[in-house]
Nanobody, 122 residues
Framework: QVQLVESGGGLVQAGGSLRLSCQASGRTLSAYALTWFRQAPGKEREFVGGISYSGLSKSVAPALKGRFTISRDNAKDTVYLQMNSLQPEDTAVYYC???????????????WGMGTQVTVSS
């Protein structure tokens, strides 16, 4: 089984930055891609960015490119989401998910963390 723990969320002013972390543990970690999703109140869970185990394959949602970047440190079994120029519409619970490859739909992921809250004030 895979366990995922997110951290790094908080309250920031518009234009500020946060770096989220997701640390994974459990079996077969080398086979898993790690992906970030977010969910705002009353909205569907949406893809933010994902990265393969090797780090050679990664993507960020088109609307977030230029502000959000994703990376991982396999020595720490951790994936990072760097978020810059944050806007109020970025306010959401951010979740980390693990799967065999990167998918943009949450239905494809068997393992999820509990999420970390990001709140951006204007």
């Amino acid at each position: 089984q895979v366990q995922l723990v997110e951290s790094g969320g908080g309250l920031v002013q518009a234009g500020g930055s946060l770096r989220l972390s997701c640390q994974a543990s459990g079996r077969t970690l080398s086979a898993y891609a790690l992906t970030w999703f977010r969910q705002a109140p009353g909205k569907e869970r949406e893809f933010v960015g994902g990265i393969s185990y090797s780090g050679l394959s990664k993507s960020v949602a088109p609307a977030l490119k230029g502000r959000f970047t994703i990376s991982r440190d396999n020595a720490k079994d951790t994936v990072y989401l760097q978020m810059n120029s944050l806007q109020p519409e970025d306010t959401a619970v951010y979740y980390c998910a693990a799967g065999t490859i990167v998918h943009i739909t949450p239905d494809e992921y068997p393992y999820w963390g509990m999420g970390t809250q990001v709140t951006v004030s204007s």
